[in-house]
């Protein structure tokens, strides 16, 4: 069974820059790192999916190799 653990991303904003975030979560009434995260949602949504391809293709690739190498009694 897989364990989903969560990770920490940081990243640096200018203080212009945060102060407009926490602006805009205040005013959708959550935490900054809530509403970062929410924001991120679509980006990330994207990212699994491309994961999710490059998985699949790598396994069909060690999948045919494993037969290749079968096939020639390697």
């Given at each position: 069974?897989?364990?989903?653990k969560?990770?920490?991303?940081?990243?640096?904003?200018?203080?212009?820059?945060?102060?407009?975030?926490?602006?805009?979560?205040a005013?959708?009434?959550?935490?900054?790192?809530?509403?970062?995260?929410?924001?991120?949602?679509?980006?990330?949504?994207?990212?699994?999916?491309?994961?999710?391809?490059?998985?699949?293709?790598?396994?069909?690739?060690?999948?045919?190799?494993a037969?290749?190498?079968?096939?020639?009694?390697?």
């Amino acid at each position: 069974m897989e364990q989903h653990k969560t990770k920490v991303i940081a990243f640096r904003v200018n203080a212009d820059e945060h102060e407009a975030l926490t602006k805009m979560a205040a005013l959708s009434g959550e935490k900054i790192g809530v509403f970062v995260y929410r924001q991120m949602a679509p980006v990330t949504d994207v990212a699994l999916s491309n994961l999710r391809i490059a998985r699949k293709k790598a396994e069909a690739k060690a999948k045919r190799q494993a037969k290749k190498e079968a096939a020639n009694g390697l």
